[in-house]
């Protein structure tokens, strides 16, 4: 059942989490951020499941020694930048999308080379969970957000997708030095993903599946086109959220557009498996973008995959949870995701504990939570962690 949930209180203005993940140390890793208040700053929590307790890491702004109130675009937004390595060490770097203080939204092409209102570029933090120190905090890609990130810990390497210039990056950890690979196209991919070599994969505009490979640090085409509806030509067919298999020889992953395809791609063997439209009938209009939404993939102790879904009632879009076979490709809907009567927004992002339980980050709401499923499969003498998703 969707049994519970995990509130922000703390932060009640803050309104999206976009993302999870599941420490070396089997607690949850949230980045608490605030998109529609002007002159916020984005937190990273840790939630321990054996406990329940909930600790405020850092305020990213106050590490990066950027005030919150000074007019510039706030440093109120970690998007699918949130890494951690097998020490124990977490990354967080900032997006560009939170309004200075007094303002709703901001737009990054309007205030580029504004006076007051430009956005200072993505602040990383680097922050050892063990001592709980930060170990360095700086602003490494100037004027633009970073969108999403990957971690390749044996290199000390990050990889990353700039916004809005849709730059592919490589940041050297140890050197703090940065490498731009260059534009990758006009649409920003939300994800980027890694294989057992380090190798680093995102989408173009219409889907081509891009490999920057890791010894090389060159960026080349895979010769393989993620799935889209077959009356579109694919742009704007970007990848949206990606887990990994059980097997650690592919991915499970699903696109951002219209009409989301549910897609795995064998890394090992470069084949892409299709498995149509995630959930429910063709659409044979055009609807927003949020309407559909497809994310929050993971897989539960059953070995079935675990998504939401957005589906129209009516007039509202409310997020189901929907298991799917992978061997068969049946999905089926486990439930709808409510709190105290009122539907969560969507869902961004999704992970497990090391019992098995299932946590599914919402964006949308104040204040901002987690909700929590508890497969009924799960065993609590289990204490086995879900692959590890060195991706935001």
């Known amino acids: 059942?969707?049994?519970?949930?995990?509130?922000?209180?703390?932060?009640?203005?803050?309104?999206?989490?976009?993302?999870?993940?599941?420490?070396?140390?089997?607690?949850?890793?949230?980045?608490?951020?605030?998109?529609?208040?002007?002159?916020?700053?984005?937190?990273?929590?840790?939630?321990?499941?054996?406990?329940?307790?909930?600790?405020?890491?850092?305020?990213?702004?106050?590490?990066?020694?950027?005030?919150?109130?000074?007019?510039?675009?706030?440093?109120?937004?970690?998007?699918?930048?949130?890494?951690?390595?097998?020490?124990?060490?977490?990354?967080?770097?900032?997006?560009?999308?939170?309004?200075?203080?007094?303002?709703?939204?901001?737009?990054?092409?309007?205030?580029?080379?504004?006076?007051?209102?430009?956005?200072?570029?993505?602040?990383?933090?680097?922050?050892?969970?063990?001592?709980?120190?930060?170990?360095?905090?700086?602003?490494?890609?100037?004027?633009?957000?970073?969108?999403?990130?990957?971690?390749?810990?044996?290199?000390?390497?990050?990889?990353?997708?700039?916004?809005?210039?849709?730059?592919?990056?490589?940041?050297?950890?140890?050197?703090?030095?940065?490498?731009?690979?260059g534009r990758i196209g006009s649409i920003n991919s939300q994800c980027i993903f890694t294989d057992h070599k380090e190798n680093a994969y995102t989408t173009g505009d219409y889907g081509e599946l891009i490999m920057c490979k890791a010894e090389e640090e060159e960026l080349?085409?895979?010769?393989?086109?993620?799935?889209?509806?077959?009356f579109r030509d694919g742009f704007h067919n970007v990848l949206y959220d990606v887990t990994p298999c059980p097997d650690g020889e592919s991915v499970f992953g699903v696109t951002w557009t219209f009409g989301e395809r549910l897609f795995r791609y064998d890394f090992v063997r470069n084949k892409l498996y299709d498995y149509g439209k995630a959930y429910g009938p063709e659409e044979n209009r055009w609807d927003h973008i949020i309407n559909t939404h497809v994310g929050g993939l993971v897989f539960g102790p059953d070995n079935h995959l675990y998504f939401t879904a957005n589906l129209l009632e009516g007039a509202q879009s409310i997020p189901h949870l929907i298991r799917m076979n992978p061997d068969s490709g049946k999905r089926e809907v486990v439930g709808q995701f409510y709190h105290e009567g009122i539907p969560a927004d969507h869902i961004a992002r999704a992970t497990a504990d090391g019992d098995g339980n299932l946590y599914?980050?919402?964006?949308?709401?104040?204040?901002?939570?987690?909700?929590?499923?508890?497969?009924?499969?799960?065993c609590p003498s289990q204490n086995s962690l879900p692959p590890r998703r060195l991706w935001g």
Request: net charge negative; charged share 20%; aromatic share 10%.
């Open 1 to 181: 059942m969707l049994s519970s949930a995990i509130i922000f209180e703390d932060l009640p203005e803050h309104d999206t989490c976009w993302s999870l993940i599941t420490g070396v140390d089997g607690c949850l890793y949230i980045g608490v951020c605030g998109e529609m208040t002007g002159g916020l700053s984005a937190y990273v929590a840790r939630y321990d499941p054996s406990n329940e307790r909930i600790d405020y890491l850092f305020e990213i702004a106050k590490e990066l020694g950027v005030p919150t109130h000074n007019g510039q675009a706030a440093h109120a937004k970690v998007h699918y930048s949130l890494l951690q390595d097998n020490e124990g060490i977490i990354y967080a770097a900032t997006h560009c999308t939170g309004a200075p203080l007094g303002d709703m939204i901001w737009r990054p092409w309007n205030c580029w080379t504004h006076p007051v209102k430009n956005f200072s570029g993505s602040g990383l933090v680097a922050y050892d969970v063990s001592k709980s120190k930060t170990l360095s905090a700086e602003i490494f890609l100037p004027r633009e957000g970073s969108r999403c990130m990957a971690l390749a810990p044996e290199r000390k390497n990050i990889y990353g997708i700039s916004y809005p210039r849709n730059h592919f990056f490589i940041f050297d950890i140890e050197r703090h030095q940065l490498k731009d690979l």
């Open 220 to 230: 080349v085409d895979t010769g393989i086109r993620i799935p889209h509806v077959n």
């Open 360 to 378: 599914f980050a919402e964006v949308g709401n104040c204040p901002t939570k987690l909700f929590k499923y508890e497969c009924s499969t799960a």
